[in-house]
């Protein structure tokens, strides 16, 4: 029964999709929407993000230095792991599970409060597809989520730069040739590729449990929090899919 229910609720998930581009809202609408969706999704997202990369980035930078205690090992390695960690996996995906928690809640639970108030059976009556009214203002809006990411990117590096050159753990010129040594042009690009699944899972799975709530306020917390568990899942399994797709 358990897993006819999990089926099910994926076959409906996919049916949102093809509901969200049905009957489009008009333009001079759906602009608005979009730019108090970019504002509340992407710019209050900024401070939270500059944050938490900022001072991980330092901490790998530390981390990494206090491991390598051999002193044949050259210090460049600081920049060199620190770089590696930051654009492969910490930015991408760690971000966006955190963003999973903040952009997702606020979501579900924006959804989830108009289907409780029934203002989603308002729209449905006066003819606007709510699907189309609701999500894809949220999905075209997170389509700016790879320049959050890259903001993530730069200062997550610059934060480890800061670590370990005020730290006393490299010069600042090994931080920098570590930063360079054997760069793969290819893992921007496969981060960024990452990224850009991530956004469309952090716009249509917070809004699928929204939308599809059923009950009152309390509900609406409960829903928040299985939009959380499922997305994260979702992040990380998709991220396992495409780093064997695109590394290996």
Do not use: C
Not at 44 to 65: N, R, Y
Not at 84 to 111: C, R, W
């Amino acid at each position: 029964m358990m897993l006819v229910r999990y089926l099910s609720q994926i076959g409906k998930y996919f049916l949102m999709w093809k509901e969200i581009f049905n009957k489009p809202t008009k333009w001079s609408v759906m602009r608005t929407l979009i730019f108090k969706e970019i504002d509340d999704l992407i710019i209050g997202s900024l401070g939270i993000v500059a944050f938490i990369s900022f001072f991980v980035g330092g901490v790998v930078s530390i981390q990494t230095a206090l491991n390598l205690t051999n002193p044949l090992i050259p210090k460049y390695l600081i920049g060199f792991a620190t770089r590696q960690s930051v654009i492969l996996e910490f930015a991408p995906t760690f971000i966006s599970i955190i963003m999973a928690g903040k952009m997702g809640s606020f979501i579900t639970s924006s959804i989830g409060t108009m289907r409780v108030t029934e203002q989603i059976d308002a729209l449905e009556v006066m003819g606007v597809n709510s699907l189309n009214y609701l999500v894809f203002p949220k999905l075209t809006a997170l389509l700016l989520y790879p320049f959050v990411i890259g903001i993530a990117m730069f200062l997550g590096i610059f934060g480890g730069w800061i670590a370990a050159v005020y730290g006393g753990f490299a010069s600042s010129n090994d931080f920098i040739n570590g930063l360079q040594q054997e760069f793969i042009p290819f893992h921007i690009a496969y981060a960024f590729i990452k990224t850009f699944a991530f956004a469309l899972i952090l716009a249509t799975i917070p809004s699928f449990h929204g939308y599809y709530m059923k009950g009152g306020a309390l509900e609406v917390g409960k829903a928040s929090t299985v939009s959380f568990v499922w997305t994260a899942v979702t992040i990380i399994l998709v991220n396992y899919i495409l780093t064997q797709l695109l590394l290996t």
